[in-house]
């Protein structure tokens, strides 16, 4: 089943879930928790199901969520310094979490489903009316490498805690948190050298190679026609 989802997914345009990206990313920090957590929970099946493919996969996942409770936990912590009621600490920091990790999701499974030139086509379509062909596919190829690098940053990571943890088991805290950043800080920029060499080789700089060439579909349609009623049941009823 995740394998069928998953592959529906990346079968659908880069223009619509460019597009529903752009819609759910701020509404996740304005519809109400009930609807986060349904969000949360939809999108904890996609990236799951996306990820199923990938070596790391399950390993990116469990760092993202590292991620999170790193942030909620240095809230935690000064809001009790601060003398705030405990309660109000734990409803606050839960929705933090809670909407904060629904938005990574969201992140993660859009990189995971779409390739980065897809989505760049995508943003060359849309702005081209705009600003122009010749500034259009500089921002598409900016925001290629972007979406890129969120994947690859957090499968370094991913590598390098698994690396630091056969080569030095009894590490300690203190030590990881010294090395850990260098060695990923290091390993990201030989990544970036190569980055650029890969985009040179496949000849991704210039305005040819980002001309948008996209095949809409019926599943497309009924999928803008749901994201249609969903927001405006959401809204005005």
């Not at 529903?20 to 509404?27: D, E, F, K």
């Not at 799951?48 to 996969?57: E, M």
């Not at 859009?110 to 702005?127: K, M, N, P, Q, Y």
């Not at 948008?212 to 249609?228: E, G, R, Y």
Request: aromatic share 8%; hydrophobic share 55%; with cysteine.
């Amino acid at each position: 089943m995740t394998q069928r989802a998953a592959t529906y997914i990346r079968g659908l345009d880069p223009r619509l879930k460019m597009g529903m990206a752009l819609i759910l990313g701020p509404s996740l920090w304005l519809i109400n928790i009930p609807m986060v957590t349904v969000c949360a929970a939809v999108l904890l099946f996609i990236l799951v199901a996306l990820s199923s493919s990938q070596p790391l996969g399950a390993k990116v996942i469990r760092s993202l969520f590292l991620f999170v409770l790193f942030w909620v936990g240095i809230k935690i912590a000064l809001e009790a310094l601060s003398g705030i009621p405990l309660d109000l600490i734990v409803v606050d920091s839960g929705a933090l979490a809670l909407r904060l990790a629904a938005l990574l999701m969201l992140g993660l499974s859009l990189a995971l489903s779409t390739s980065a030139r897809s989505l760049g086509l995508a943003v060359s379509w849309a702005i081209r009316p705009f600003v122009g062909a010749e500034r259009a596919w500089k921002v598409a190829l900016s925001l290629a490498l972007m979406i890129h690098f969120l994947p690859m940053c957090l499968g370094t990571m991913t590598q390098v805690n698994e690396t630091l943890t056969r080569r030095c088991p009894r590490c300690g805290f203190r030590q990881r948190m010294v090395i850990l950043p260098q060695a990923v800080i290091r390993n990201l920029g030989q990544k970036t050298w190569s980055q650029t060499l890969a985009v040179a080789g496949r000849g991704l700089e210039s305005g040819d190679a980002w001309k948008p060439d996209f095949a809409w579909t019926v599943h497309d349609s009924l999928w803008v026609l749901f994201i249609v009623v969903c927001v405006a049941g959401y809204y005005f009823i």
